[in-house]
């Protein structure tokens, strides 16, 4: 089973997709883990990477779709994956699908996390990072046990740039430029494995819609 899970920025992707992940055994794949790992293993493409990620900048698509590609070739994945928040735009969508149609594979689930703009910036606005591991960590939805520190491994917490209330904005706007028409796609050639889900509710009951959407549509 191949998974797509979209949604505005701080809809709750990727909480979904790593319980997902627990409850089915499929890989859970996001760009910010492949440029770690690509990174981290000095590969040709993390090299590429590098340079984006340390500066903050949007990694080029090219680079970006040949790791998740590579990635998705991995044992762990052979037997599905889910992509977190990915493909961005409409360029990425492409690629994904053709890439998959060479493999033999399709997308079998699409699922989009809905949530309002209003709280979507109360929770990014909140939101603080590992800048070693990853972890996300919210100062009053899911504060760490120390103040500051990541649990996971001891780093000291920060706040990114693009969580500030200003970007967070135009990461909208960039989000409805961009990705938008990649839903609106989705939703015309993959309607019958497109499904909707309301993420105001608690992130278990947000768990319960998405699960149910899944086992829905592989009975029906």
Known sequence: ?????????????????????????????????????????GTELGKK???????????????TIGMLLD????????????LDGFPRNMEQAEALDGALEA??????????????????????????????CGAVY??????????????NCGSRLYQREDDKPEVVMRRFENYERETVPVVNLFRKEHKDVCWEVSAEASPGEVLNCVQHSLWLRVES
């Open 103 to 132: 493999e033999n594979r399709c997308i079998d689930r699409v699922i989009y996390i809905k949530v309002s703009t209003a709280e979507l910036v109360r929770r990014l606005t909140g939101r603080w990072s590992c800048p070693q």
């Open 138 to 151: 919210h100062e009053t939805n899911q504060p760490p046990r120390k103040a500051g520190v990541c649990d």
């Open 49 to 63: 990477a590098q340079p984006f990620v340390e500066q903050g900048k949007l990694v080029p698509d090219e680079i």
């Open 1 to 41: 089973m191949q998974i797509i899970l979209l949604g505005l920025p701080g809809a709750g992707k990727g909480t979904q997709a790593a319980r997902l992940s627990s409850a089915t055994g499929l890989a859970h794949i996001t760009t910010g883990e492949i440029f770690r790992e690509n990174i981290r293993a």
């Open 71 to 82: 990635r998705t070739q991995q044992a762990d994945a052979a037997g599905g994956f889910m």
